[in-house]
Nanobody, 123 residues
Framework: QVQLVESGGGLVQAGGSLRLSCAAS????????MGWFRQTPGKEREFVAA????????DYTDSVKGRFTISRDNAKNTVYLQMNSLKPEDTAVYYC????????????????WGQGTQVTVSS
């Protein structure tokens, strides 16, 4: 079992930055692929970024490439999402997710989820 707790959300003006953190429980964190997803009311959960267990492979949805960076610190059992040049359309609840051995861009492939953190970008 893995428990995930996100933090770092908030209200920011367009063009600003936020860094989300996701702290995981357990001693096998490096064996989990990690993903960040976001969701707005009435819409399906959307893939944002993902990272392999070692941190050597990352993947992003096109709309955030060049603006967001996913990283992880396996010694701290934490994955991060650095979000720069934020836009109003980035407003959503952001969730981190964990999947054993690999990562996916499909949210249905993830076994463990955090509670989510709200990100609001004002224009």
């Amino acid at each position: 079992q893995v428990q995930l707790v996100e933090s770092g959300g908030g209200l920011v003006q367009a063009g600003g930055s936020l860094r989300l953190s996701c702290a995981a429980s357990g001693r096998t964190f490096s064996t989990y692929g990690m993903g960040w997803f976001r969701q707005t009311p009435g819409k399906e959960r959307e893939f944002v970024a993902a990272i392999s267990g070692s941190g050597g492979i990352t993947d992003y949805t096109d709309s955030v490439k060049g603006r967001f960076t996913i990283s992880r610190d396996n010694a701290k059992n934490t994955v991060y999402l650095q979000m720069n040049s934020l836009k109003p359309e980035d407003t959503a609840v952001y969730y981190c997710a964990a999947s054993r051995w690999t990562y996916y861009t499909d949210y249905s492939r993830y076994n463990y989820w955090g509670q989510g953190t709200q990100v609001t970008v004002s224009s």
